[in-house]
């Protein structure tokens, strides 16, 4: 059973930056794809951003794209979320998601939550205006 554990959530003022840490145990990390998602209050959990096992192939949700990239280091079995420029908007619980393939080259796939097979416990981003 892999488990995900995400970190480095908080508070920050419009325009900062934040790093989002996922750390994985209980499977072998570099036969997942990894991905994030965000959830604002009332709404549905949206795709943030994916990267495939070795991080060759990253997506990015329309919203963030320019302001949000994805990395993952194997050896560490961690996958991070930078995020610079963060507007009010962006803030939401944040969740980290494991799917077991190599990698998912359709929109379809990496940006649907049915398409992870495990899910970590989120952690809150609030940006102030």
């Known amino acids: 059973q892999v488990q995900l554990v995400e970190s480095g959530g908080g508070l920050v003022q419009a325009g900062g930056s934040l790093r989002l840490s996922c750390a994985a145990s209980g499977g072998t990390f570099s036969n997942y794809t990894m991905g994030w998602f965000g959830q604002a209050p009332g709404k549905e959990r949206e795709f943030v951003a994916v990267?495939?096992?070795?991080?060759?192939?990253?997506y990015y949700g329309d919203s963030v794209k320019g302001r949000f990239t994805i990395s993952r280091d194997n050896a560490k079995i961690t996958v991070y979320l930078q995020m610079n420029s963060l507007k009010p908007e962006d803030t939401a619980v944040f969740y980290c998601a494991a799917a077991r393939v190599r990698s998912y080259s359709d929109t379809y796939y990496y940006a649907s939550t049915s398409s992870y097979n495990y899910w970590g416990q989120g952690t809150q981003v609030t940006v102030s205006s």
């Open positions: 990267s495939n096992w070795s991080g060759g192939s990253r």
